[in-house]
């Protein structure tokens, strides 16, 4: 079965530093992978997918992620972060028709970015 | 113009009162889903159709019955509402199974009280 592990629930950081959010997903079949953020109080909004093609994957507010297959991670990073980009930020997998195109998403990673 | 609009945003209701949440999509998607947002911001699919059938129940208790007049529209009805159900409730849609990404409304934050 899918699953989907967020490594951390919570990441502080200073406003203009680089961050790394972690994600490792298991699946025994080809996946589409995607980031969404919501800020509080609101839906969920895509940043970036992987769906085939390039490994780097470029997504928006200068968000990109890395899809590595031999190590099921699909990390998602900024070189620069602004206080507007705190948010929760969910990783989520999907097996495409095959399972009805449902999302399965990661426990979510909480980025608090600080002036 | 809203993509993914549900109505209402907002929903406080009793223990045993019974409740239904509207979604909508003008994205001419032939799939739309429900999804659960629990207090710890879990999220899990709940319901998934597609151009009107139902593709996924994902053993939801059936006292939630999803409804579906045309590929538009979703609406989800709760019968006998209990504190658990209290939870955020997002609505989806996207053109086919699952390979392009799922569009979201809102939300609507449901509180059983």
């Known amino acids: ?6 490594l951390d629930s919570q990441v502080p950081v200073f ?17 589409y992978l995607f980031w969404y953020v919501q800020y509080p109080n ?41 206080i507007s980009d705190t948010a929760e930020y969910f990783c989520a997998v999907s097996e495409g028709d095959n399972q009805g195109g449902k999302l399965i998403f990661g426990q979510g990673t909480e980025l608090s970015v600080k002036p | 113009d809203t993509a993914v609009s549900q109505t209402p945003k907002y929903l406080v209701t009793q223990m045993g009162n019974d409740k239904s949440i509207k979604c909508e999509q003008n994205l001419g998607h032939d799939t739309m889903y429900w999804y659960k947002q629990d207090s710890k911001k879990f999220l899990k699919i709940m319901f998934s159709y597609n151009n009107k059938e139902l593709i996924i129940n994902e053993t939801v208790p059936n006292r939630f019955s999803p409804k579906s007049p045309d590929k538009a529209h979703l609406n989800l009805h709760i019968n006998s509402l209990e504190l658990g159900d209290s939870a ?14 799922a569009f979201f409304g809102q939300g609507t934050r449901l509180t059983v009280v």
């Open chain 1, 42 to 82: 609101q839906g969920l909004q895509l940043l970036l997918k992987y769906l085939s093609g390039s490994t780097l994957v470029k997504g928006i507010n200068g968000f990109e992620a890395e899809f590595n297959k031999s190590q099921t991670s699909f990390h998602l990073r900024k070189p620069s972060v602004h």
């Open chain 2, 88 to 101: 955020v409730y997002f609505c989806a849609s996207s053109p086919h199974g699952g390979n392009t990404e």
């Open chain 1, 1 to 6: 079965a899918q699953s989907v592990t967020q």
């Open chain 1, 15 to 31: 406003e203009e530093a680089p961050v790394e959010l972690r994600c490792n997903y298991s699946s025994s079949v080809s996946v």
